[in-house]
């Protein structure tokens, strides 16, 4: 691929509404993309049904939700849950009496984990564990599903999982380096990629992002099958990451948060749903903008390229609910400082010659370099001292509008999908924003 597919023009839901279900394929958390997709559902009519991870008890079983648990997610649903634990990857799995690959990992230390070899052997097994325990759940879950959903309805099963870095603390402590490292502290995140602990995460995130849009797809056969044959309609959904098209300067241009070093297994997702697609199933990932999230946040400055949505919000038409956003927004900047100013520190930053050589969309996911992460550390540092509390940023207020906005156009886009990757530019967000006031 040598370009993004933008999706084109606002779309409008022309298939799905009251008795239809939205399965939502993934926890929901407060901030997290999915919450804009159960907004656009519930305000069309649609019949919730949710899934669970489970938890993990303190010596690492993993089990369904307790009562209280249970009732509290689906009242923060609104919708019944099924609680059958479907915890993707395999970091937690081994078989009985040897080690997990998290234990493995523990063993490594801060400095010795570059050269640290994993036993392949006992991954690979553990690897088979995990992917056959996640199978074996999602048929039962799908067994259940099946009862839930009546003759007639249309469904959209909405895939948000995403994740799988494994629980240990020497783990953290090497990805503050690769994600936050500057200076003396700054780690090359080839270093990880080439590592066998690198190795084996790309594995997980393969597992967990990845690799569940597959099985999702395979397990739900029989009941697309059976939707299909009473006259409903099926759709698949899955957020994907590849970077986003944002205002720099007057033209939209495609940039990316380096390093993003679950871009493989974002790829992977692309070509699942690609797979999908050729066969006939109409499955799509949509690929959305950087926004702050608590799985997000792991990765310092992503949210530099969010603040240019005030100015594409001004060039897709403005008005007085953008008047009022931009003064809102200003609000949280400290005494003295303009979100002008903020926005040309950001447009600096995404010109700088350093930061113009990842802008190579062929090579994406590119590895990061000292310079790089030295700008996009140093610059989000910046940005956030120029706010008059670190606790209310503009980044904030930004993520849940592109929450809200990149629900509705997915939504709407899946009443007639147009491929099986399509990337929401700030463009269609600051469009779709603008037009829900109208
Ligand atoms: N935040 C961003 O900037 C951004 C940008 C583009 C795409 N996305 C994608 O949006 C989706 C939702 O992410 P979000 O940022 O809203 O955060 P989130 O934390 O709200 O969502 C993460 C999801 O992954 C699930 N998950 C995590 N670990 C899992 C595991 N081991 N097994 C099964 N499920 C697991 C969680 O239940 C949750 O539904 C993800 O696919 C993410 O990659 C996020």
């Given at each position: 691929?040598?370009a ?9 839901n ?5 008795g ?49 648990e ?9 919708g ?9 990857g ?6 009985e009496g040897e080690?997990?690959p ?9 400095d ?24 074996t ?35 953290l ?42 099985h ?25 990451y590849?970077?986003t ?96 100013q903020i926005?040309?520190?950001?447009d ?23 310079e ?29 509008h592109?929450v ?5 156009l ?16 700030h ?12």
């Open positions: 691929m040598t993004s597919t933008p999706l084109q023009t606002l779309p409008s022309t298939v799905f509404g009251d239809d279900t939205l399965v939502l394929f993934g926890e929901l958390f407060g901030r997290g993309y999915a919450t804009g997709l159960i907004e656009a559902a519930r305000a069309a009519g649609m019949t919730l049904i949710g899934i669970t991870v489970g938890r993990r008890d303190d010596d690492g079983a993993l089990r369904p939700l307790t009562a209280e249970l009732a509290e997610a689906e009242a923060n649903l609104g019944r849950i099924i609680n059958i634990p479907l915890m993707a395999f970091d937690m799995d081994a078989p080690k997990t998290t234990d493995l990992v523990a063993e490594m230390s801060i010795s984990w570059q050269d640290h070899a994993l036993d392949w052997d006992l991954i690979n097994r553990c690897r088979a564990i995990g992917t056959a325990r996640f199978t759940a999602l048929q039962q879950v799908m067994a259940e599903m099946d009862a839930m959903i009546p003759a007639g309805a249309n469904v959209i099963f909405a895939h948000t999982m995403a994740g799988g870095i494994p629980r240990a603390k020497v783990f402590a090497i990805a503050n380096r690769i994600y936050k490292g500057l200076g003396a502290r700054y780690q090359p995140s080839q270093s990880l990629v080439d590592s066998d602990l690198g190795k084996f995460i790309l594995q997980n995130f393969d597992e967990v992002t990845a690799n569940t849009f597959g999702l797809i395979e397990a739900s056969a029989a009941l697309r099958a059976r939707i299909e044959g009473e006259g409903g309609q099926v759709r698949y959904t899955a957020y994907g590849h970077g098209r944002i205002l720099i300067g007057d033209d939209y241009r495609w940039q990316t948060y380096t390093n993003y070093t679950q871009g493989y297994a974002k790829i992977r997702l692309e070509s699942i749903a690609r797979d999908a697609w050729d066969n006939g199933i109409k499955a799509t990932v949509y690929n959305c903008p950087e926004i702050r999230t608590n799985s997000s946040d792991v990765f310092a400055g992503i949210e530099l390229s969010l603040v240019p949505l005030l100015s594409a919000l001004r060039k897709e038409g403005g008005g007085a609910w953008v008047d009022t956003l931009w003064q809102d927004c200003q609000a949280l900047l400290a005494d003295g400082v303009t979100l002008e926005l040309d520190m950001v600096a930053y995404q010109t700088d010659p350093v930061m113009l050589k990842f802008g190579d969309f062929a090579a994406w996911p590119m590895a990061n370099s000292a790089q992460v030295t700008r996009t550390v140093g610059t989000s540092q910046e940005i956030v001292k120029l706010h008059a509390s670190r606790k209310a940023l503009v980044s904030d207020v930004l993520s849940e592109v809200s906005a990149t629900g509705q997915i939504f709407g886009e899946s009443s007639a999908p147009a491929g099986p990757v399509l990337w929401l530019d463009d269609l967000v600051a469009q779709e924003l603008i037009a829900r006031q109208g």
